[in-house]
């Protein structure tokens, strides 16, 4: 599809590059009159397909990293602090986000961006359940119903599929973000984004 087709915007919660994505890509594709679907996903399971780990414990590349994180957020003019621990498991944000999609996907987005913007913007550890709660409790989720579908089977498995979906589809690092079946990897790439939707590629 082309034309006003939404933008695919994969990411992982724990991934510095999607937290700088992810506070710039909605204006991007505004400005092109396109919606974005935010599509989070587990880089751990792409991992394993990859044979990549973490940049930050990757020797040599890990401080480059580091300095490139803060660099980027300065550059945007972000908010980030490296947070600690650092990497985190993100189950319980990419299950939360999946599920209140299915009711109210703005709050869902609401609670991804708070989600981001706790970890990197405030160095809250955001990778218990608990923790994803108190978050969506603010924006007024029920606290109860979010605790039962996080442990929902069909939850659970929505995840998987999405994850699955985008190792099928080629995904392999956050932010991803795909244009009328265009994929653009990394943050840097917003600018390529903005030029491909203004030209219709090339």
């Known amino acids: 599809m082309t034309g006003n087709s939404p933008i695919d915007f994969y990411f992982d919660f724990s991934s510095p590059y999607g937290y700088l994505a992810s506070e710039r890509i909605d204006g991007l594709a505004g400005k092109h009159g396109r919606a974005v679907t935010w599509r989070p996903i587990l880089l751990g399971v792409i991992f394993r397909v990859t044979g990549q780990s973490p940049l930050t414990e990757q020797p040599l590349r890990g401080d480059y990293a580091r300095r490139d994180f803060a660099r980027s957020a300065r550059l945007y003019g972000v908010r980030f602090v490296l947070p600690d621990p650092f990497p985190i498991y993100t189950l319980a944000a990419a299950?939360?986000?999946?599920?209140?999609?299915?009711?109210?996907?703005?709050?869902?987005?609401?609670?991804?961006?708070?989600?981001?913007?706790?970890?990197?913007?405030?160095?809250?550890?955001?990778?218990?359940?608990?923790?994803?709660?108190?978050?969506?409790?603010?924006?007024?989720?029920?606290?109860?119903?979010?605790?039962?579908?996080?442990?929902?089977?069909?939850?659970?498995?929505?995840?998987?599929?999405?994850?699955?979906a985008a190792i099928d589809h080629g995904i392999f690092g956050s932010p991803t973000i795909v244009v009328d079946g265009e994929p653009f990897w990394g943050a840097d790439r917003l600018d390529h984004v903005d030029r491909w939707l203004e030209t219709g590629g090339w």
């Open 95 to 164: 299950r939360a986000y999946y599920w209140l999609g299915e009711r109210d996907p703005a709050q869902a987005k609401a609670l991804a961006q708070g989600v981001f913007r706790a970890y990197f913007g405030e160095g809250r550890n955001m990778s218990s359940a608990q923790a994803v709660i108190d978050l969506a409790q603010s924006l007024g989720v029920d606290g109860g119903e979010l605790a039962a579908a996080l442990q929902d089977p069909a939850v659970k498995e929505r995840l998987k599929a999405e994850t699955q």
